[in-house]
């Protein structure tokens, strides 16, 4: 079944290879295993399965390059969100929302509250360089289900060939260890988003199998008390609280919704801690110059970013505008699919509201070949506590992998 | 607070005579040749369990029901009562295995009619607004349809209601691509009508928009959706 297709112009350049797609009958009971086992409740998109029908192959040795590179990341990017807590100055290169910066400010002199479980995904690409890394996932990365779930389905028909990990048991595990058993666990979603609670049902299921107490949250079932989260009409304080609902959202919200607890002066242990915010501005890489905190992997591997007005005009289309706190894609702009008009308006926007954007060089992503066609590809690598705890990747028809991509196992070779 | 009953062109008297529905014992089901004719797509739009007895019945014909129940349950405090479509879905397993159906089954896409109504009393001082709506992205595409086969498409629901706002989109693109629409009472107490979009579909689609932007409940701190809302009493 582990057959390969690999087309000979990127045989020799791509550590990523597709694998054959499963017969049609497995590969619908997989689909159907993912959404009723593994909370799965988005694998159709009109006349598209999200779901791809056949891996993606890494070599042991190239996942294992990876995975170093992804736990170095992770340590620079903790180290870097240490730092710019005590640097208030350099808070205005990340282009914070006010209410976030003005938090962010009394860190100096409130202590950050407790966290547990720290989660990152870094989005690696192989390019005609070698690997890049577009951005990384640090406040509230999800794929988790896609990532356990759906790639361990995939890999029982591959023999030969493991899973890349399991980040959502990782997870669940490191909770377990940081946080008493006996408490509840609150997971905090937009419930009116099925894409978010999905992720948080499966991680709960993940907690509930580990003899946790989780419960599924909105924001309004949260209430704060001197720095104690509690669930809306209990006396017992939460043992701690995932929160899967972005902080830039939770600022836009009064100050009396007791959200900047998340971030400091709160006792309730949290997951992912609030500083996760100043890594997931996609200006992020602009504070890097003036860090003390050395940064070399990531100077290595993600594209040169810049402020957009530091781009000269006639380089415009060498590089691609991201908003600052973008999702899924949604606020990635680049000549390579915009009408010149478009592209042109999309300056504009950004030169006259250059907090809100930044400018990161483009790069060639090596498609890859598949029974679909030809993909870009985005390989999400998940760091949970410092180290690697799975991956999977997103492809897309499209230039590049944005909220319309399929999702797609990532399988690694057992070595002999 | 808008109310989606009051605010779409759904007639006040047709919402009140739908959401009665919902508490009356079920009605007998028509399953007359004209809705289970080959070659023939079936949107079944009944008050959420009804809905799945529905599609069992259908399966029991060699018809594929397909759930497209996009809703959380929300407990007592649900707007939507989803609880009993999940208990409907888990009870009609054994009946869908014993349909042994056909890989390439018509299908019958299951909606729950209730989906976007309010009830007429709030139980609760808070409710959670578990409200959803149907969109195109939630059924195959009329190329999709054809290529299997599918030449005609019968809305089955109750009480001679219009086509409600959110399938608009849906049905408006199958009737583009030469699928014939056609409504059907689901007791058979009213007679089949065809379905042309109306000339004015774009100002239908600017409305389903602005029904998805702004008349599911706002939760007032915490945005769109899902929100936690004050009954009134």
């Not at chain 1, 620079?76 to 962010?104: I, K, T």
């Not at chain 1, 939460?238 to 900047?260: D, H």
């Not at chain 2, 896409?109 to 149907?134: E, G, M, V």
Request: proline share 8%.
């Amino acid at each position: 079944m582990a057959m390969v297709v690999t087309p000979p112009e990127f045989a020799s350049r791509s550590p990523l290879r597709a694998g054959a797609s499963l017969p049609a009958a497995e590969f619908a009971a997989v689909r159907r295993r993912s959404a009723l086992h593994h909370c799965k409740w988005d694998p159709q998109l009109g006349d598209s399965s999200t779901l791809a029908p056949f891996p993606i192959f890494i070599s042991a040795a190239d996942w294992r390059q990876l995975t170093r590179s992804a736990e170095t990341l992770a340590a620079e990017v903790d180290a870097a969100e240490r730092e710019l807590l005590q640097r208030v100055p350099l808070l205005n290169q990340l282009g914070l929302p006010s209410a976030l910066r003005h938090q962010f400010a009394k860190a100096p002199e409130i202590g950050e509250s407790p966290s547990f479980a720290r989660v990152l995904r870094f989005d690696f690409h192989f390019t005609h360089g070698g690997w890049m890394v577009s951005e990384v996932n640090s406040d509230v990365p999800g794929g988790f289900s896609e990532a356990e779930g759906f790639s361990s389905l995939m890999a029982a028909h591959f023999p030969g060939y493991r899973v890349a990990g399991k980040p959502a048991s990782v997870w669940a595990v490191r909770t377990r260890l940081a946080l008493p058993v006996s408490g509840n666990i609150a997971l905090l979603s937009a419930p009116g988003y099925m894409e978010d609670s999905q992720v948080v049902a499966y991680l709960a299921a993940c907690l509930r199998a580990r003899g946790l107490n989780p419960k599924l949250v909105g924001p309004r079932e949260i209430r704060w008390e001197a720095g104690q989260a509690f669930l809306v009409g209990a006396a017992e304080p939460l043992a701690g609280l995932f929160r899967f609902y972005q902080l830039e959202w939770l600022a836009a919200t009064p100050l009396q919704t007791g959200w900047p607890n998340f971030i400091l002066g709160g006792a309730t242990p949290v997951s992912n801690p609030g500083r996760a915010a100043l890594s997931e501005s996609k200006r992020f890489p602009l504070s890097w110059r003036d860090l003390q905190t050395p940064m070399p992997e990531s100077t290595r591997l993600f594209p040169e970013a810049r402020a957009p007005r530091e781009v000269a005009y006639r380089e415009h289309e060498d590089w691609v505008l991201k908003g600052t706190y973008s999702n899924c894609g949604d606020a990635v702009l680049s000549r390579r699919w915009l009408s010149q008009r478009s592209w042109r308006a999309a300056w504009a926007r950004a030169l006259l509201s250059p907090h809100g954007w930044v400018a990161q060089r483009r790069f060639e992503v090596v498609p890859l070949h598949t029974s679909l066609g030809e993909l870009t590809h985005c390989l999400g690598v998940y760091v949970i506590d410092g180290q690697v705890a799975g991956g999977y990747l997103r492809l897309s028809k499209g230039k590049f992998v944005d909220s319309s991509a399929i999702d797609a196992a990532l399988l690694i070779a057992e070595e002999t | 607070m808008v109310e989606l009953g009051q605010a779409g062109p759904v007639r006040n008297d047709a919402r009140r005579e739908l959401q009665s529905a919902e508490a009356a014992p079920s009605f007998d089901f028509d399953l007359a040749p004209a809705i289970t004719t080959p070659r023939t797509a079936l949107v079944v739009d009944l008050p959420g369990k009804d809905s799945v007895a529905f599609g069992l019945a259908l399966a029991a014909r060699g018809i594929r029901p397909v759930p497209l129940f996009n809703a959380l349950p929300g407990g007592q405090a649900g707007l939507v009562d989803v609880e009993s479509i999940q208990d409907a879905l888990i009870a009609g397993v054994d009946a869908l295995n014993a349909a042994a159906l056909t890989p390439d089954a018509a299908p019958a896409f299951l909606l729950d009619a209730l989906r976007r109504a309010r009830p007429t009393r709030i139980p609760l001082h808070r409710f959670f607004d578990n409200r959803s709506l149907s969109f195109s992205t939630d059924f195959p595409s009329a190329g999709a349809l054809k290529k299997a086969g599918i030449e005609r498409a019968v809305l089955v629901h109750r009480f001679h209601l219009p086509v409600p706002n959110d399938l608009f989109e849906t049905f408006a693109a199958w009737h583009a691509a030469g699928i014939a629409i056609e409504i059907h009472d689901a007791a058979g107490e009213h007679p089949p009508t065809v379905w042309t979009p109306p000339s004015l579909i774009w100002l239908y689609r600017f409305w389903h928009r602005a029904l998805a932007a702004l008349a599911l409940e706002r939760d007032d701190d915490f945005g769109p959706f899902g929100g936690w809302r004050q009954g009134s009493g």
